[in-house]
């Protein structure tokens, strides 16, 4: 229970800033796009910014509670070289991630973020199944 | 006024997603994969992160659908693509077998830069050179 309560508030803040992006500039805050646009050199201070707001984040959640957030890494470092590799390509390739279609698509009911969230839940599903041996 | 209320806006909003991201447990690893963990030791909690985030989304889109164009903005750039297609479903899977190998997504892998540990720091530079490889390379090839 104690870690449902700050998963929903967290959640309701995300889709309160995804949605105010949208409001006020106009666009989806699909970060793998924004992340993409920047280093294509797109939009440079808009994608530059948001970036920069995400990383500050942790640094304003450090400051209001007086701790950092609980990190517990398990990937090696050439494990998350492949991951990342495999989140960037695929990311790019399938129009998005867990936030322009997972959040913004299926508020949006758009049935391509319901595949796409549908595909990349089942595929996380199945390797961390077989990561951590659980049948 | 918009060349500098946009990027004003964008560093309010992504400040807020991170913060938000801080709260909801998205930046543990740990956490991602015990939540993709159905089989094992399954997490659900992260299903409020998800569910929290497109209740708020779903009700904001009511007031941008009656929007003609955005507070600082001309035009609302939402997507228009309908097709389900190759690429969609082999990039979300591909997204989503480095998901749970890292236990990172883009948003959280950035916002956990600034707490200095090195393995988000390679991820996100495997990431952007993926992005790049798929952008420059592969884009339309398949």
């Not at chain 2, 740990?30 to 497109?54: E, H, K, M, T």
């Not at chain 2, 830069?113 to 398949?142: C, E, K």
């Amino acid at each position: 229970m104690s870690t449902y309560l700050p998963s929903l508030a967290g959640g309701l803040l995300i889709g309160l800033s995804a949605i105010s992006y949208l409001i006020l500039t106009g666009r989806i805050a699909g970060i793998s796009g924004i992340v993409g646009r920047l280093a294509e050199g797109s939009l440079p201070w808009l994608n530059g910014a948001f970036v920069l707001g995400l990383v500050l984040g942790p640094l304003v959640y450090l400051a209001v509670t007086g701790a950092w957030p609980q990190v517990t890494i398990t990937a090696s470092l050439p494990l998350a070289v492949v991951a990342g590799l495999l989140v960037g390509i695929g990311s790019r390739m399938g129009s998005g991630c867990t936030s322009g279609h997972g959040v913004l698509g299926l508020a949006r009911l758009s049935p391509r973020s319901m595949v796409a969230v549908v595909t990349f839940l089942t595929a996380g599903i199945v390797t961390v199944t077989i990561l951590r041996g659980s049948l | 006024m918009n060349r500098f209320a946009q990027p004003l806006a964008a560093l309010v909003c992504g400040t807020l997603f991170g913060f938000g991201l801080a709260l909801s447990g998205m930046l543990d690893p740990a956490r991602v994969q015990g939540f993709l963990d159905l089989f094992g030791a399954w997490d659900p909690s992260l299903i409020f992160v998800l569910g929290g985030a497109v209740m708020v989304a779903m009700a904001g889109m009511l007031l941008v659908k009656r929007m003609r164009q955005p507070v600082f903005g001309e035009v609302f750039h939402i997507p228009t693509n309908r097709r389900i297609d190759l690429p969609l479903v082999l990039g979300s899977a591909v997204f989503g077998i480095g998901w749970g190998l890292g236990g990172f997504c883009p948003g959280p892998a950035l916002s956990a830069l600034s707490m200095g540990y090195l393995t988000p720091l390679v991820f996100v530079i495997a990431m952007v050179a993926g992005m790049v490889f798929h952008d420059r390379v592969l884009a339309g090839r398949i």
